[in-house]
């Protein structure tokens, strides 16, 4: 197979998968499509040295990455000039009190608790992704779930449950 195969096969089986930590780490499914197609762009310069391995892993952190950039740059390019109409591309599985407390989430602890709890990676795979240390995983975790328990939203919606202290 060659690299161009290569690639072309890993795009077609774990695109969908790298959509959905975009589309979680933006909240917009436009930008979440650009953050891919960014990701994977910069991923094929790059294809002939991790190919062998497995690449996910080094998408997911060019995409972690770039996210990150986009966030810190200052945008002045496009000023809305209308009102903009409703955003009716969202699925269900994307709606609700749930979603919105994690997009009032720092942007480290959404990446946090997108990548260990939806992406079900382990401490030390998010620590890479990220480019951080396994105790800042757990500590961003730690916050992002306290400030998810405190969340208005979610402490409106159902009865919460008394837990324990351990």
């Keep these: 197979m060659t690299s161009s195969e290569g690639f072309d096969a890993f795009v077609a089986a774990r695109s969908g998968r790298l959509l959905r930590t975009a589309y979680l780490l933006t909240h917009d499914h436009a ?7 960014t990701a994977l762009a910069k991923a094929w310069f790059a294809w002939s040295r991790i190919e062998g391995d497995n690449p996910e892993p080094y998408v997911r952190k060019i995409m ?3 996210y990150a950039s ?14 903009l109409p409703e955003n009716s ?4 599985e994307y709606e609700g009190d749930l979603w919105q ?5 720092p942007r480290r602890q959404r990446a946090v608790i997108v990548l260990r709890y939806y992406e079900d990676l382990t401490e030390a795979e998010t620590a890479q992704t ?19 328990r405190l969340d208005p939203a979610l402490l409106s919606g159902t009865p919460a449950t008394q837990e324990t202290p351990r």
């Design 130 to 148: 990220l480019g951080i240390s396994v105790g800042t995983v757990k500590s961003q975790a730690s916050k992002a779930v306290a400030k998810l």
């Design 101 to 105: 407390a994690l997009q009032r989430l």
């Design 70 to 83: 986009w966030w810190r740059r200052r945008w002045t390019h496009e000023i809305p000039s209308e009102e």
């Design 89 to 92: 591309a969202a699925g269900p």
């Design 31 to 37: 930008l979440a499509e650009d953050l891919v197609q």
């Design 64 to 66: 972690v990455n770039t």
